[in-house]
């Protein structure tokens, strides 16, 4: 445990898995009490447990981020349960099949929008609002490596994710002078249950990936959790509107 985010209040959205369960781990670790949200009760609940025997504090809302009346429940959830929200971390995301544009069902490119795009439009708004009332906070989104350059094959989820990395500059245009930074991690490849899957069926091609990786090892979902919870903290106070690559200079040769 640490100190780095002592007394703050937060949320995690997708924290029954990868990403976003490493998050709230983080951030937890650090000293918040955090609300883990997940569409999956079974998954968000574990990330609960793992917190609790670690000794931190957490609770369990459940939340589908592409309907936003489950969203406000969830901010107003997390300011009823722990009296105010400093922090939050809106990772939910998909990509939903991979195939060319010419041969995508429309239903996916609307499924992929409405969740990696309009779910975090929604948990920006009203975790604005609800920072607004004590003062300021610190927002973290989840683009991706696909938020910086093409992916052939992945049109929605890169449109979407090109869309979290332009909410995020404009928002921190509008809230700065009233305390309230925002910002995003575009992860690189990272070892999460998915990746795993692929790794086990095909193993060329995962080779392949960790061939053309700089660091030679793609990013663990810790070490993406430890980038969020110091955006979050104060150390960070003056990183504003930025997408931070977390993938060990892959970006750095594009
Ligand atoms: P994951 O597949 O391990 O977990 C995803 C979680 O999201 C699951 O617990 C699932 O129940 C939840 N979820 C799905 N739809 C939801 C919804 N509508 N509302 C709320 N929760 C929902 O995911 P991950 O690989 O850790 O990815 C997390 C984020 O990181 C995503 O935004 C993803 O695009 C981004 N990302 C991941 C990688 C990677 O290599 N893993 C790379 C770049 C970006």
Same mark, same amino acid.
């Given at each position: 445990m640490t100190e780095l985010l002592k007394g703050k209040a937060g949320l995690v959205t997708a924290a029954g898995s990868g990403i976003g369960r490493a998050s709230a781990i983080a951030l937890a670790k650090s000293g918040a009490k955090v609300m883990v949200s997940d569409v999956s009760e079974e998954g968000g609940k574990e990330t609960v447990k793992m917190i609790r025997d670690n000794g931190g504090e957490a609770q369990f809302f459940k939340c589908d981020v592409s309907d936003e009346d489950q969203v406000k429940a969830l901010v107003d959830e997390t300011v009823s349960a722990f009296?105010? +929200? %400093?922090i939050a971390h809106n990772n939910a995301g998909i990509n939903a099949g991979q195939v060319k544009i010419g041969e995508m069902e429309s239903e996916d490119w609307d499924k992929t929008i409405k969740i990696n795009l309009y779910g975090v439009f929604y948990c920006v708004k009203h975790q604005i609002n609800a920072m607004l009332e004590t003062g300021g906070g610190s927002i973290v989104n989840s683009a991706s490596g696909s938020g910086l350059e093409g992916s052939a094959k992945m049109t929605p989820y890169t449109a979407s994710k090109h869309g979290v990395v332009g909410l995020t500059k404009s928002v921190a245009l509008e809230y700065g002078k009233q305390g309230i930074r925002i910002n995003a991690i575009a992860p690189g490849a990272t070892i999460t249950p998915a990746i795993e899957k692929w790794a086990q069926n095909q193993p060329e091609q995962y080779n392949g990936v960790l061939e053309s990786l700089p660091a030679g090892e793609m990013s663990t979902p810790e070490d993406q959790g430890n980038v969020v919870a110091f955006l979050c903290s %104060? +150390?960070?106070?003056?990183?504003?509107g930025v997408t931070v690559p977390v993938d060990g200079g892959y970006t750095a040769g594009k």
């Open positions: 009296g105010k +929200l %400093d %104060d +150390l960070a106070k003056q990183i504003n």
